[in-house]
């Protein structure tokens, strides 16, 4: 059962446009949202993250909008750039610190 | 600024081998966590080391062991390996469990022939 679920599983978008990717969470006990991003036979990187107190974060061209109620969050990147193009991972924290991960999606930006 | 170093790179076995993977964490990191990625697939939570002791575990086959030795590196041990657990390994570092971020080495590619 995948505890967190993401969408959509691949995105293109035109250099300039913006990229939006969906997650979704079950458990109410996760307590710290990050995005990771992933280049092949990278480690996942991160990106940006959120806590459930807050509904936006913005760092850069980079935004997470949390919506606790709904128990889904976004990520938003502005203006993509072809160097964006990569695998991007939501994940929740649950107990002990261990990561949840969404399943990903891999985006490509066309220049 | 220190990252989270994993050993070796790539490591190719055969069927029924063992492989050691190791990691060390970044300096004043206590908490070290071990993820296996197959291809086009997620990351999936292994096991967790805090302050030496196994702080959780999460689908690790019995064939699979670790540990965190005193100075916070951690292995992965990896007996009778099947080509099923050609994967890529990450190893994660934090300070804590559940308090800062978690950082994520470059991984260990096995393949398993």
């Known amino acids: 059962q995948q505890q967190v679920k993401q969408s959509p599983q691949s995105l293109i978008v035109q250099k300039g446009g913006i990229s939006i990717i969906n997650c979704a969470y079950e458990n109410t006990a996760f307590d710290y949202f990050p995005w990771y991003q992933q280049f092949p036979g990278k480690g996942p990187a991160l990106l940006i993250a959120?806590?459930?107190?807050?509904s936006e974060k913005k760092e850069g061209r980079f935004t997470i909008s949390f919506n606790k109620s709904a128990k889904q969050f976004s990520l938003h990147i502005m203006d993509s750039q072809p160097g964006d193009s990569a695998t991007y991972f939501c994940?929740?924290?649950?107990?002990?610190?261990?990561?949840?991960f969404g399943q990903g999606t891999e985006l490509s930006v066309k220049p | 600024a220190a990252g989270v170093i994993q050993s070796p790179r790539h490591l190719i076995k055969e069927k029924r081998e063992t492989a050691t993977l190791k990691c060390y964490p970044i300096?004043?990191?206590?908490?070290v966590y071990w993820y296996q990625q197959g291809p086009g697939q997620d990351p999936q939570f292994l096991i967790s080391?805090?302050?030496?002791?196994?702080?959780d575990k999460g689908s690790i086959p019995d064939r699979f062991s670790a540990q965190q030795f005193s100075d916070y590196h951690s292995e992965l041990n990896m007996s009778s390996l099947e080509l099923g657990d050609s994967a890529l390994y990450f190893c994660?570092?934090?300070?804590?469990?559940?308090?800062?971020?978690?950082?994520f080495g470059q991984g260990t590619r096995l393949t398993v022939v």
């Open positions: 300096p004043r990191h206590d908490t």
């Open positions: 080391f805090y302050e030496k002791m196994q702080s």
């Open positions: 994660a570092s934090s300070v804590g469990t559940g308090v800062t971020e978690a950082f």
């Open positions: 994940a929740a924290r649950g107990d002990r610190g261990k990561l949840i």
């Open positions: 959120i806590r459930p107190d807050v």
